[in-house]
């Protein structure tokens, strides 16, 4: 059970961090204010690095292994979309100190482990994150399918129809 990862579930208007069947962490949807999601490239789930959740007096870090992205891309959308406080940042613009990603890879970017910090220790870090937002993963998807087709019109305008 010690080894046994975590996971994020929805319980009520609490996301709750369980480790199998055991309850270890509650964080109440009231208290977040803000949700930074870490992608590597683009913005599908399967892309997320991990997530930070930010509240007034600490940030908290999600591995993507917690199943964070299902909670904030899929689940409570309406939720999420009310509270307008998703953002998203590129993995290469959003680094973690060191000492907060586990493990030890040649060529493979480590990423943090599911942890608590006070919110004056990442601060000025994710200050600096050319953060983008605020915007669900459905508002994103059709946004980035709007600019596409824009485009698309731009780069056929000088073409005449046959």
């Given at each position: 059970?010690?080894?046994?990862?975590i996971?994020a579930?929805?319980?009520?208007?609490?996301?709750v961090?369980?480790?199998?069947?055991v309850?270890?962490d509650?964080?109440h949807?009231?208290?977040?204010r803000?949700?930074?999601?870490v992608c590597?490239g683009?913005d599908t789930?399967?892309?997320?690095?991990?997530?930070?959740v930010?509240?007034?007096?600490?940030?908290?870090?999600f591995?993507?292994s917690?199943?964070?992205a299902?909670?904030?891309?899929?689940e409570?959308?309406?939720?999420?979309?009310?509270?307008?406080c998703?953002?998203?940042?590129?993995?290469?613009?959003?680094?973690?100190?060191?000492r907060?990603c586990?493990?030890?890879?040649?060529?493979?970017r480590n990423?943090?482990?599911?942890?608590r910090?006070?919110?004056?220790?990442?601060?000025?870090?994710?200050g600096?994150?050319p953060?983008?937002g605020p915007?669900?993963?459905e508002?994103r998807?059709?946004?980035?399918?709007?600019?596409t087709?824009n485009?698309?019109a731009?780069?056929n305008?000088g073409?005449p129809?046959p």
């Amino acid at each position: 059970m010690r080894n046994a990862p975590i996971a994020a579930r929805w319980e009520g208007t609490d996301l709750v961090m369980t480790r199998g069947p055991v309850e270890v962490d509650r964080l109440h949807g009231t208290d977040i204010r803000r949700v930074m999601l870490v992608c590597e490239g683009g913005d599908t789930p399967s892309e997320l690095q991990f997530a930070v959740v930010e509240t007034a007096t600490e940030h908290v870090l999600f591995p993507a292994s917690t199943g964070i992205a299902g909670r904030v891309y899929f689940e409570r959308q309406l939720y999420w979309t009310q509270r307008a406080c998703v953002y998203w940042v590129t993995g290469r613009h959003a680094p973690l100190p060191r000492r907060l990603c586990t493990g030890v890879w040649l060529l493979h970017r480590n990423r943090p482990a599911y942890m608590r910090l006070p919110a004056c220790e990442l601060a000025a870090l994710i200050g600096q994150w050319p953060l983008e937002g605020p915007q669900t993963w459905e508002q994103r998807k059709w946004a980035q399918i709007a600019v596409t087709r824009n485009l698309a019109a731009l780069g056929n305008a000088g073409v005449p129809n046959p």
